[in-house]
């Protein structure tokens, strides 16, 4: 079983999303103090995770935020997200204040459009030497 550790934050992404993919880069750069590690939905330690806070296993298609031993999804998790890069960044989370109902259904109209709008790869890419620290395997 799975158990996460406080000094990071773990994101799960699904590991063939181009749109995915490229914020998962864009979350490295902007993430200085390195509170993240990264891992993709469809890997070994991805569904361990999806298994261990008793997510859907067949409709995952959201971005997972682990912060110590609790886990958000959709558009909480990118707020959360937002909320520990630096400035301008965590200004997002502001949007906390909307109801999630109405935050995730934007959240759910760009997820399901994923692939149609930004394409998807054959498989999951994999992080370059420097930046393999950063991934779970």
Same mark, same amino acid.
């Given at each position: 079983?799975?158990?996460?550790?406080?000094?990071?934050? *773990?994101? $799960?992404?699904? #590991?063939?999303?181009?749109?995915?993919?490229?914020?998962?880069?864009?979350? &490295?750069? %902007?993430?200085? /103090?390195?509170?993240?590690?990264?891992?993709?939905?469809?890997?070994?330690?991805?569904?361990?995770?999806?298994?261990?806070?008793?997510?859907?296993?067949?409709?995952?298609?959201? *971005?997972? $935020?682990?912060? #110590?031993?609790?886990?958000?999804?959709?558009?909480?998790?990118?707020?959360? &997200?937002? %909320?520990?890069? /630096?400035?301008?960044?965590?200004?997002?989370?502001?949007?906390?204040?909307?109801?999630?109902?109405?935050?995730?259904?934007?959240?759910?109209?760009?997820?399901?459009?994923?692939?149609?709008?930004?394409?998807?790869?054959?498989?999951?890419?994999?992080?370059?030497?420097?930046?393999?620290?950063?991934?779970?395997?």
């Amino acid at each position: 079983m799975f158990t996460p550790t406080g000094k990071y934050n *773990i994101v $799960l992404f699904d #590991g063939i999303c181009n749109l995915c993919n490229h914020i998962v880069r864009f979350l &490295i750069d %902007k993430d200085s /103090k390195k509170r993240f590690r990264f891992a993709s939905l469809q890997s070994d330690i991805g569904q361990k995770i999806v298994k261990k806070f008793n997510l859907s296993t067949i409709e995952v298609n959201t *971005i997972i $935020l682990v912060e #110590g031993e609790k886990c958000y999804t959709k558009s909480t998790a990118v707020l959360r &997200i937002a %909320k520990m890069l /630096k400035a301008p960044w965590p200004i997002l989370f502001g949007f906390i204040i909307i109801p999630r109902f109405f935050r995730d259904a934007l959240y759910n109209i760009i997820s399901k459009r994923r692939y149609r709008w930004f394409g998807k790869m054959d498989k999951c890419s994999i992080p370059t030497e420097e930046l393999r620290d950063r991934f779970l395997s």
